[in-house]
């Protein structure tokens, strides 16, 4: 793995700390450990507490098992994805935990390192994908009917010419190998002036679609709820509204049952300063719940 100086700056990290309200005999998961930025700041908040971390990207989890090595009696990271949140709980003949964060998304590494095909800034092949278990985004779009490519930009993207740079996509996709192919060929089928605030959400869009990142939200969050002690804490840190309304309406209807209290009213947001120190934070949005006691 190409070590770099920042693998992943964690946001709304106080916040994350408060809310899971760590106790020292506690069981808390990560399920998107990243650069173990939430973690290893949990790790060190705690003494006895324990810990089980989880990332579906091979460099993110060889890179948390060095920074977390001091704690390694107490934190267990599994490269794995968070849909299997039962099977790696069942492994540690772990029942329920206390507490469980979402912090969804890439980190910054996977965006900034050109290999792996995340950025329209950088040439990469067109890979695209976290695990290496996933089929590419190069696949996917060979694989692909016109209609799917066009709804992907429509639903994810929720940009303006999405059926032009669909089509345009769809035309071109058995020529296209790397990042900067792609882009050219979304500017060549649109104004630049609109791409200039596009091109990311489009390369957004594309990225969700590679990872089936919304139906893995889906499923994560109930596996992950159902897995949650009464009483215990889910925190989820969403950066896009797709995400976001899984987060909101999932919560709603366990709020409806009365399965669970929402915490934070509002989304809890990160103030001016952090997003001036990390303008990644700028649209993270924190939801907060917790499990009812059974009476
Ligand atoms: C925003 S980063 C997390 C950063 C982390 N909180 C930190 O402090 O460094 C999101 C991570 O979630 C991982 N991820 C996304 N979807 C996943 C899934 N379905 N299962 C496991 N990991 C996933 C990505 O590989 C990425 O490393």
Request: charged letters at 30%; a positive charge; hydrophobic letters at 40%.
């Amino acid at each position: 793995m190409a070590r770099q100086q920042v693998f992943h700056q964690p946001v709304l990290v106080d916040e994350i700390v408060t809310w899971i309200n760590l106790r020292d005999d506690g069981v808390y998961c990560d399920c998107t450990v990243g650069g173990a930025g939430h973690l290893l700041v949990m790790l060190k908040r705690t003494r006895t507490a324990r810990f089980v971390g989880i990332d579906c990207d091979p460099e993110a989890i060889a890179y948390s098992r060095q920074v977390t090595a001091d704690y390694r009696k107490r934190c267990f990271l599994f490269e794995n994805n968070f849909i299997n949140l039962d099977l790696i709980l069942d492994g540690l003949k772990v029942h329920r935990v206390d507490g469980l964060l979402f912090d969804l998304g890439v980190s910054y590494h996977q965006l900034t390192t050109s290999a792996r095909g995340f950025s329209f800034e950088r040439k990469g092949d067109l890979l695209m994908r976290m695990s290496p278990n996933s089929l590419t985004l190069g696949e996917r779009l060979r694989r692909a009917q016109k209609e799917e490519i066009v709804r992907i930009l429509r639903e994810y993207g929720d940009v303006r010419n999405y059926r032009k740079i669909g089509h345009r996509i769809f035309e071109m996709r058995r020529t296209l190998n790397t990042t900067l192919e792609l882009r050219k060929v979304i500017e060549d089928s649109v104004p630049r002036r609109f791409l200039k605030k596009n091109l990311h959400k489009i390369f957004q869009a594309l990225r969700i679609w590679t990872n089936d990142e919304l139906v893995n939200l889906g499923q994560g969050l109930l596996v992950a709820y159902r897995r949650l002690k009464d009483g215990g804490r889910m925190l989820v840190i969403s950066y896009h509204s797709g995400e976001d309304r899984i987060v909101k309406y999932f919560f709603r209807g366990l709020k409806k049952q009365g399965q669970i209290q929402l915490l934070n009213k509002r989304v809890i947001k990160p103030h001016e300063d952090e997003i001036s120190r990390n303008p990644r934070a700028r649209s993270a949005k924190l939801r907060v719940i917790e499990k009812c006691v059974c009476s």
